[in-house]
C-alpha cells in the first residue's frame, strides 16, 4: 500500500497516460486483499461456528463502512486542500503579475488569431486561465492526499516494527525494580 501510494504521488499530471496505472492500482488491490482477507478470515475464526455467518456479514459491513468513512474523509480533505490550495494561487495571480499578464496574453493571442473579436479573446483567456488553475489546484490536492497516505502508513509500519521492541521494555519495567546506577 505504501508503493501504490509513493507511485500515485508521483504520477500526477496535466495529462496522463492510463497505462501508467495500471501496475500501481494492480498493487492497491493486492494491498487492500493483503489486509482485508487476513482480518477476516481471523475474526471468523475466532468466535464460534454457530455464528460464523453473522461474523462474516459483520465483517463485510465493516469494510462498506470503511468504504463509506474514508469517502467522507477524501470528499472532506479535497474541499478543505482545494480551499487552501485556490486561496495560495489567489495571492499569486494578480493583474500585475509578469506570468499571469503573460498567460493571459498568449491565450488572448491564440483566441484572436482563431477569429475571435478582442472582447471575447480576452474573457475566453481569462476563463482558460481560470480552468487551468483549477486543474492545478485538483493535481495538488490528489499529491497532498497520497502525500498525507503514505506518511501515515511509514507511521504504521513504524508502530507496528517498534511494537514488539516496546511492549518487551514495557514488561521488562514492570516485571523488574529499577536500581538507580
Known amino acids: 500500500m505504501l508503493a501504490f ?6 504520477l500526477f499530471a496535466t495529462e496522463a497516460n492510463e497505462k ?9 488491490g493486492i494491498g487492500v486483499g493483503m489486509i482485508m482477507v487476513p482480518t477476516i478470515v481471523y475474526a471468523i475464526s475466532a468466535v464460534p461456528v454457530a455464528i460464523g455467518p453473522s461474523a462474516t456479514s459483520i465483517c463485510s459491513t465493516m469494510g462498506y463502512v470503511g468504504f463509506c468513512v474514508s469517502a467522507a474523509i477524501i470528499n472532506f480533505c479535497e474541499l478543505y486542500e482545494k480551499s487552501r490550495h485556490y486561496n495560495a494561487f489567489q495571492d499569486h495571480l494578480t493583474k500585475v503579475d509578469r506570468f499571469a499578464l503573460h498567460a493571459l496574453a498568449t491565450r488572448g493571442t491564440e483566441l484572436l488569431s482563431k477569429g475571435l473579436s478582442l472582447k471575447q479573446a480576452s474573457k475566453g483567456a481569462n476563463k482558460q486561465l481560470v480552468g487551468a488553475v483549477n486543474q492545478q489546484i485538483q493535481i495538488r490536492f490528489a ?5 498525507m497516505m503514505s506518511m501515515m502508513l511509514v507511521a504504521t509500519l ?22 538507580p546506577a
Not at 514488539?164 to 519495567?173: E, F, G, I, K, W
Open 5 to 10: 501510494h509513493v507511485i500515485m504521488f508521483f
Open 143 to 147: 499529491m497532498d492526499y497520497y502525500e
Open 158 to 179: 513504524l508502530l507496528i516494527a517498534l511494537f514488539p521492541y516496546l511492549n518487551r521494555t514495557a514488561v521488562y519495567l514492570r516485571s523488574r525494580r529499577l536500581v
Open 20 to 28: 501508467n496505472f495500471y501496475a500501481p492500482l494492480f498493487m492497491q
